[in-house]
C-alpha cells in the first residue's frame, strides 16, 4: 500500500543588505503568499579573507506548506499578516531615511549658493568654519568695503578682523601665566615657548605652580637641563609672591600652572596675589577641538581670571583649520600665541593675521586655485 506523501515543511533562507530587500528577495523566489517564519542578522566573510558582511536572512516556507497542524492556518495567515505590516514600515522608515539623506544634501548645496557671492565663502566651508561664521563675515564684508568679488580684497579684509598682538618674539618680556582646563596643553605650550626664547639667547626662568606629580617636575627639570635656562617649582601663592621681586634678572618668566578645574587654582591667596600684579600677562589656553561649551566656559575663566591673551593650542587635533574663523570671531581677547601640538613638536609661533589665514585658507591648495581661478574669470 503506498504511503502518502507528507507535505514540504522545510525551510529556506533568503538574504538581503536590508529587510527589505531580504523580503522582497523572498517573495520572488517562494511567491506572494510565501510564509515569513523568522529573521536574524548574520555575518558573512568576505571571499578575499579581509573583512566581512552584515546581511539579514529571512526564514520563508513555500505557499502551502505545512509548518504546524491545520488550526495553525488561521496563526499563520496572521503571521502572515503581521510580517506585511513589517515591512510596509521598514518600507516607510527607509523611505524616510533616503528622503532625510535627499534633504540634507539639498540644504548643503543652499547653505554654499548662500554664501556664493562671498569670495571666501566655499573655501572657509569647506575647510570647517561654520556657515553661521561664514554668513557673518559675509555681512561684515559687504557692510565695510561695499562687497565685490575679489579674492584677495576679502582676504585682506578677514586678515582685519583678526585680533593679534601685532609683535614678534622679540616683543614677547615680562611675567606670563598660563592657564587653561585639562588637556588644554600648557606645560607643551610653555616648554616650546622657552625653548624659543633661550635659542634667542635670551635670560628665562620657567616656574611650574603646584605641579601634581614627580613626573612633571622631572620633564621640567631635563628640558630646562638641555636647554640652559632657570627652572623652580612653586607650592603656594607665598611662594609666588615672595619670588615677585626677583623677576627683574630675567627677560621673560613663564608660570605652567595645573588644570583650572584643579584645587591648587581654588586658592584665595592666589588671587589676591594676582590681583595687584597688573605686569603678570595672563593667557588662557583653548585647544582647537574645544565644542561651543567649552568654549563659553573658557571665556567664562577669562573673565574670574582677568585675562589678557588667548592661546589657540592642539592644533594637531583635528584637519578642519577653519574652526579657527568660528574661535577667532567669538573670543573676547586678542590672540597671542598658537601651538601646534605637543613638546618637541611643530612649537609654538606669535601668533600673525597672515600665518592665521594661511593655515586656514592655503591648507587645500586645490581650493586656492579654485578660488583664484573664479577670481579671474570674474574680472
Same mark, same amino acid.
Given at each position: 500500500?503506498?504511503?502518502?506523501?507528507?507535505?514540504e515543511?522545510?525551510?529556506?533562507?533568503?538574504?538581503?543588505?536590508t529587510? /527589505?530587500?531580504?523580503?522582497?528577495?523572498a517573495?520572488?523566489?517562494?511567491?506572494e503568499?510565501?510564509c515569513?517564519?523568522?529573521?536574524?542578522?548574520?555575518?558573512?566573510?568576505?571571499?578575499?579573507?579581509?573583512?566581512s558582511?552584515?546581511?539579514?536572512e529571512?526564514?520563508?516556507t513555500?505557499?502551502?506548506?505545512?509548518?504546524? !497542524?491545520?488550526?495553525?492556518?488561521?496563526?499563520?495567515?496572521t503571521?502572515?499578516?503581521?510580517t506585511?505590516?513589517?515591512?510596509?514600515?521598514?518600507?516607510?522608515?527607509?523611505?524616510?531615511?533616503?528622503?532625510?539623506?535627499?534633504?540634507q544634501?539639498?540644504?548643503?548645496g543652499?547653505d554654499?549658493?548662500?554664501?556664493?557671492?562671498y569670495p571666501?565663502g566655499?573655501?572657509?566651508l569647506?575647510?570647517g568654519a561654520?556657515?553661521p561664521?561664514?554668513?557673518?563675515?559675509?555681512?561684515l564684508?559687504?557692510?565695510?568695503?561695499?562687497?565685490?568679488?575679489?579674492?584677495e580684497?576679502?582676504r585682506?579684509?578677514?586678515?582685519?578682523?583678526? /585680533?593679534?598682538?601685532?609683535?614678534?618674539?622679540?616683543?614677547?618680556?615680562?611675567?606670563h601665566?598660563?592657564?587653561?582646563?585639562p588637556?588644554?596643553?600648557?606645560?607643551?605650550?610653555?616648554?616650546a615657548?622657552a625653548a624659543?626664547?633661550?635659542?634667542?639667547?635670551?635670560?628665562?626662568?620657567?616656574?611650574?605652580?603646584?605641579?601634581?606629580?614627580?613626573?612633571?617636575?622631572?620633564?621640567?627639570?631635563?628640558?630646562?637641563?638641555?636647554r640652559?635656562?632657570d627652572?623652580?617649582?612653586?607650592?603656594?601663592?607665598e611662594?609666588?609672591?615672595?619670588?615677585?621681586?626677583?623677576?627683574?634678572?630675567?627677560?621673560?618668566?613663564?608660570?605652567d600652572t595645573?588644570?583650572?578645574c584643579?584645587?591648587a587654582?581654588?586658592?584665595?591667596?592666589?588671587?589676591r596675589?594676582l590681583?595687584g600684579?597688573?605686569?603678570v600677562?595672563?593667557?588662557?589656553l583653548?585647544?582647537?577641538?574645544?565644542?561651543?561649551?567649552?568654549r563659553?566656559?573658557a571665556?567664562a575663566?577669562?573673565r574670574t581670571?582677568?585675562?589678557?591673551?588667548?592661546?589657540?593650542?592642539?592644533?594637531?587635533?583635528?584637519?578642519?583649520?577653519?574652526?579657527?574663523?568660528?574661535?577667532?570671531?567669538?573670543?573676547?581677547?586678542?590672540?597671542s600665541?598658537?601651538?601646534?601640538?605637543?613638546?618637541?613638536?611643530?612649537?609654538?609661533?606669535?601668533?600673525?593675521?597672515?600665518?592665521?589665514?594661511?593655515?586656514i585658507?592655503?591648507?587645500?591648495p586645490?581650493?586656492a !586655485?579654485?578660488?583664484?581661478?573664479?577670481?579671474?574669470?570674474?574680472?
Amino acid at each position: 500500500m503506498r504511503s502518502k506523501r507528507r507535505p514540504e515543511t522545510s525551510m529556506h533562507k533568503v538574504t538581503g543588505p536590508t529587510l /527589505r530587500e531580504a523580503l522582497h528577495n523572498a517573495r520572488r523566489e517562494y511567491g506572494e503568499q510565501a510564509c515569513i517564519v523568522d529573521t536574524r542578522t548574520v555575518t558573512r566573510r568576505d571571499g578575499t579573507g579581509l573583512g566581512s558582511t552584515r546581511l539579514i536572512e529571512v526564514s520563508v516556507t513555500r505557499p502551502g506548506a505545512v509548518a504546524a !497542524a491545520a488550526p495553525a492556518e488561521t496563526r499563520e495567515e496572521t503571521r502572515s499578516d503581521y510580517t506585511r505590516a513589517i515591512a510596509a514600515e521598514v518600507e516607510r522608515i527607509e523611505d524616510l531615511i533616503d528622503a532625510l539623506r535627499a534633504g540634507q544634501n539639498g540644504r548643503a548645496g543652499t547653505d554654499k549658493a548662500s554664501v556664493g557671492a562671498y569670495p571666501l565663502g566655499r573655501q572657509l566651508l569647506a575647510a570647517g568654519a561654520s556657515l553661521p561664521a561664514v554668513r557673518h563675515l559675509q555681512r561684515l564684508y559687504r557692510a565695510e568695503t561695499g562687497g565685490g568679488d575679489s579674492y584677495e580684497s576679502a582676504r585682506e579684509h578677514l586678515a582685519g578682523l583678526i /585680533r593679534t598682538s601685532n609683535g614678534g618674539w622679540r616683543d614677547l618680556a615680562g611675567c606670563h601665566l598660563f592657564l587653561g582646563g585639562p588637556g588644554a596643553g600648557k606645560t607643551d605650550l610653555v616648554l616650546a615657548v622657552a625653548a624659543r626664547l633661550k635659542k634667542m639667547k635670551r635670560r628665562i626662568l620657567v616656574l611650574m605652580y603646584a605641579p601634581r606629580h614627580g613626573g612633571e617636575i622631572r620633564r621640567l627639570q631635563e628640558e630646562a637641563s638641555a636647554r640652559g635656562y632657570d627652572a623652580a617649582i612653586l607650592r603656594d601663592a607665598e611662594q609666588l609672591s615672595g619670588g615677585l621681586e626677583y623677576f627683574a634678572q630675567y627677560d621673560a618668566i613663564l608660570i605652567d600652572t595645573p588644570s583650572l578645574c584643579a584645587g591648587a587654582l581654588a586658592d584665595e591667596e592666589l588671587h589676591r596675589v594676582l590681583a595687584g600684579q597688573e605686569e603678570v600677562h595672563r593667557h588662557l589656553l583653548l585647544p582647537l577641538d574645544a565644542d561651543l561649551a567649552e568654549r563659553e566656559r573658557a571665556w567664562a575663566e577669562a573673565r574670574t581670571w582677568n585675562c589678557d591673551w588667548l592661546a589657540l593650542t592642539r592644533l594637531d587635533l583635528t584637519a578642519r583649520a577653519g574652526k579657527l574663523i568660528d574661535i577667532l570671531l567669538a573670543a573676547p581677547l586678542p590672540l597671542s600665541l598658537v601651538n601646534g601640538g605637543a613638546w618637541p613638536g611643530p612649537g609654538a609661533e606669535i601668533a600673525a593675521p597672515a600665518r592665521l589665514l594661511a593655515r586656514i585658507l592655503d591648507a587645500d591648495p586645490a581650493g586656492a !586655485a579654485v578660488a583664484a581661478t573664479g577670481e579671474a574669470t570674474a574680472s
